[in-house]
Every structure is written in structure tokens, then in C-alpha cells.
């Protein structure tokens, strides 16, 4: 069974610029949720999807961030414009039920904005 | 907000056991988590606890007291490709992941 997956792996891109991530998530998962680890500190919650609608998007940063999941499959995080403290690494994870129980996490997108 | 304490970093030997603590004060508890995240790579399970008391799974223990808002994750029979991020992570009153900094931890010949 594949586990979550990310792309890119890695994104520079300059202030200003816009960039999209991607996760597909463990197949038959209906939630998914975004979080972020900035540099040296925790991962910290973004937002949660159930199917294609937001559940909660309470870890969102500011309204430069626009995270979608059209048909319930895979999922984008989009950064428009990116700013200098958007850098990090930006996790995916998956889960069959909403509740107690393991979060599959995927590799992260590492993004450094320059 | 969700206060998660673990420390920063860990050196232990080869073979020997190295025990990882975590506290936390968070509006609510649905249960505590261990993953283990090596350099980049995805974070993966570990244990979670829920009740009070001792998990174990081979050479990994996880141990909660709700009470005490404290949790061990006890590593034994340390290898190389132990040395890892371990990060503590609890559901506070929603489903929200909240974790700690991560415990860096370090196996030595």
C-alpha cells in the first residue's frame, strides 16, 4: 500500500513568486490535514480537510495561504505571494477516521523562500 | 494554547536505553503519540496512549500518566539506526495534532 506522497521535495523559489504543493494522501483516507515545521521549531497544525470540504482551517497563517482538495482525492497548498518567513517544511497527513488514531504523515515539501 | 515539553537533544551508546520525556499542558487530551522522524523523511507511529500506564512494543516502550500531564518513550537495546527525531505529539480537546520541539537523539559506537 503507498503511503502519503509529496511533491516537489524541495522548492526555492524568490519573494513574491507563488508556488503550489501537492499531496495525494493514503487511498480510501478521508482526512487530510496540512501542517508546517518552520525553522527550529515545533509542527504546527494548518488545516484538515474531511473529503473535499474544510473542517478546520484555524492553523492557517494569513489569506496568503489557499489550501483545496476538489473531488476528495489529492490535495494543494498554495502560497501566493510567498514571504520570506513561509519558509520550512510543509507536512501532509492522512487518516481513515477523524479522531483517535494514527495520522500517516508524508515526507514534507521542504520550501525556502529567498 | 498547547504547551509540549521535551528535550532538545540525546546521546546514548550502542546497546544501551535511553528514555525520552514529554510533558504537556493542553486544553484537553485525546491521547498521546510517538513518532520517530529521521532527516528527511516522513514522521512514523510509534505508540500511542491513551490510558495510564505502560505500552510496549519490542524495543519500545511508551508510558503515560494522565495526571501528571507526563509521558516516556523508553528506547532499549539502542542501534545506529536509532539515532532519529523523536517527537511527542498530543490531541488536545479536537483532533489537531498539537507536538513538541522533538528530542534529537544520537547512538554512538
Known amino acids: 500500500e503507498a503511503g502519503v506522497t509529496q511533491f516537489p521535495s524541495h522548492s526555492v523559489i524568490e519573494k513574491g513568486q507563488t508556488v503550489t504543493l501537492r499531496c495525494d494522501p493514503i487511498?480510501?483516507?478521508?482526512?487530510l490535514y496540512w501542517y508546517r515545521r518552520v525553522m527550529g521549531k515545533e509542527i504546527k497544525f494548518l488545516l484538515h480537510?474531511?473529503?473535499?470540504?474544510?473542517?478546520?482551517e484555524s492553523g492557517m497563517p494569513n489569506n496568503r495561504f489557499l489550501a483545496e482538495r476538489t473531488g476528495g482525492t489529492y490535495s494543494t497548498l498554495k502560497v501566493q505571494p510567498a514571504e520570506l518567513e513561509d519558509s520550512g517544511v510543509y507536512f501532509c497527513?492522512?487518516?481513515?477516521?477523524?479522531?483517535?488514531?494514527?495520522?500517516?504523515f508524508g515526507p514534507g515539501t521542504r520550501l525556502t523562500v529567498l | 494554547g498547547q504547551n509540549i515539553d521535551q528535550p532538545t537533544e540525546m546521546t546514548a551508546t550502542e546497546g544501551a536505553i535511553v528514555q525520552i520525556n514529554c510533558t504537556y499542558q493542553?486544553?484537553?487530551?485525546?491521547?498521546l503519540f510517538w513518532y520517530q522522524q529521521h532527516a528527511g523523511e516522513a514522521p512514523t507511529f510509534l505508540s500511542y496512549?491513551?490510558?495510564?500506564g505502560l505500552e510496549e512494543k519490542g524495543r519500545f516502550s511508551s508510558f503515560l500518566s494522565r495526571s501528571k500531564g507526563y509521558s516516556y518513550l523508553l528506547l532499549k537495546e539502542l542501534q545506529m539506526k536509532d539515532s532519529a527525531s523523536y517527537l511527542c505529539?498530543?490531541?488536545?480537546?479536537?483532533?489537531?495534532?498539537?507536538f513538541g520541539a522533538g528530542t534529537t537523539v544520537t547512538v554512538r559506537a
Open positions: 497527513a492522512s487518516s481513515q477516521a477523524h479522531g483517535p488514531g494514527e495520522q500517516f
Open positions: 487511498s480510501g483516507h478521508d482526512n
Open positions: 480537510f474531511v473529503k473535499e470540504s474544510k473542517q478546520d
Open positions: 493542553t486544553s484537553g487530551f485525546n491521547g
Open positions: 496512549n491513551v490510558l495510564d
Open positions: 505529539a498530543v490531541f488536545p480537546n479536537d483532533y489537531k495534532l498539537s
